[in-house]
Structures are given as structure tokens and as C-alpha cells.
């Protein structure tokens, strides 16, 4: 309440308000140094982090380059012991044929030519082809169980028999053609090998 010639009758409400101003502003400059220092202190562990981070890469860093050079030579040494099995294993498969028709022809040395005589034997890979004259149906299949009964043969087969060229009528010559079919490596590693065969002999 007050009079006509304006004389405030109640001083405390405008103190009250200063006093509320005054708070307000001492709250927020409260509010603004802990954030300013909550951002500072943040700021000072993230580069003590960085610097901690940055020691810890320049040590494992140092690690790494002392031990660069015996890695590197663990590394020659098994690509180069690798390369060797390759080769070892290129070089078993392709001296299995070899080995196969060393066995066929110790195996034909040993057989009597009376009943059988061969006339012609042809290898490829690990088929062989064998091209003979015989007198006697029981002793050509006889012969070729014989020849089927060899280590690494899978598959053996009589086929084409006819009279043997040059007979005469009165001779019972006949021809045949046996085949057999030698146990070799799988299908894929067969053609690896074939083909580094193949690129060896272009070089």
C-alpha cells in the first residue's frame, strides 16, 4: 500500500527481489565454472590418456622392430619348407607311372612268351595299353590276372581279340589288347601335376 506521493510502504519486496536476482546470477556463474572445469578436467585426462596411448605404441612399436627380423626369417623358412613339400609331392606323382611300368616290365621279363607274347606296350600317365599274341583264351586271361595281380593296379580288361596278323588259317593265333589301369593320385592333384609337367617341358 502506499500514499499519493508515492512512498513505497513495503521496502522488503524490492530487497527480496534483488536478493532472488542476486542468486540467480551466483547459481548460474556456479554453473558455468563447474562446467568450465568439468570441460578442463576432461580435457587434461584426455591428454594424459594420449600421452599414456602414444608411450604404449612407441614400446610395442620398438617390440615389433626388434622382432621384425626373426619373423620375417619364420616366414622364408615356411614359405620355403612349403615350396619343398610342393615339389616332394609334384615329384612322388609324377614318378608313380614311372615306377608303375618298371613293375609291368619286370613282371613281363619273368612271364613265359610261349602262351603270350607281347607285341606292343604303350603308358599314358596311368593307363597302360598292352598289345599281344596268344594261342590260348585261358592262358591270355591267365596272363592278365597275373598282370592285374601287380601293386597299384585298380582296373584290368581284355578286349579286340582277332587273328593275329599273319597267321594262317591252320594257327590259332589270335590278338589281344589288355589294359590296365594303375591307382594314382585324385583327379585334381593328377592334373596339377600334368600340368607342371607340361610347363617344365615348354621352359
Not at 579286340?160 to 585334381?188: C, N, Q, V, Y
Request: aromatic share 4%; hydrophobic share 40%.
Amino acid at each position: 500500500m502506499t500514499f499519493a506521493h508515492g512512498f513505497n510502504l513495503l521496502p522488503h519486496r524490492q530487497r527480496d527481489a534483488r536478493l532472488a536476482r542476486r542468486r540467480r546470477y551466483v547459481e548460474w556463474t556456479s554453473a558455468t565454472l563447474c562446467g568450465c572445469t568439468a570441460v578442463a578436467l576432461l580435457m587434461v585426462w584426455q591428454a594424459f590418456e594420449r600421452v599414456r596411448i602414444d608411450r604404449q605404441r612407441a614400446a610395442i612399436e620398438q617390440r615389433l622392430a626388434v622382432l621384425a627380423p626373426p619373423l620375417a626369417e619364420h616366414t622364408r623358412l615356411v614359405g620355403e619348407a612349403r615350396e619343398e613339400r610342393l615339389r616332394n609331392e609334384r615329384a612322388a606323382t609324377l614318378s608313380e607311372p614311372l615306377m608303375h611300368l618298371l613293375d609291368l616290365l619286370d613282371a613281363l621279363g619273368r612271364e613265359s612268351s610261349e602262351a603270350v607274347a607281347v607285341r606292343q606296350l604303350r603308358q599314358r600317365g596311368w593307363d597302360t595299353e598292352l598289345l599281344a599274341a596268344s594261342s590260348d583264351h585261358a592262358a591270355s586271361a591267365a596272363w592278365l590276372n597275373r598282370l592285374a595281380a601287380l601293386k597299384g593296379v585298380k582296373d584290368s580288361d581284355l578286349s579286340d581279340m582277332r587273328r593275329a596278323t599273319g597267321a594262317t588259317e591252320a594257327s590259332s593265333a589270335f590278338e589281344i589288347k589288355a589294359h590296365l589301369k594303375w591307382d594314382g593320385p585324385p583327379e585334381k592333384k593328377r592334373a596339377q601335376a600334368e600340368a607342371h609337367q607340361n610347363t617344365r617341358g615348354k621352359q
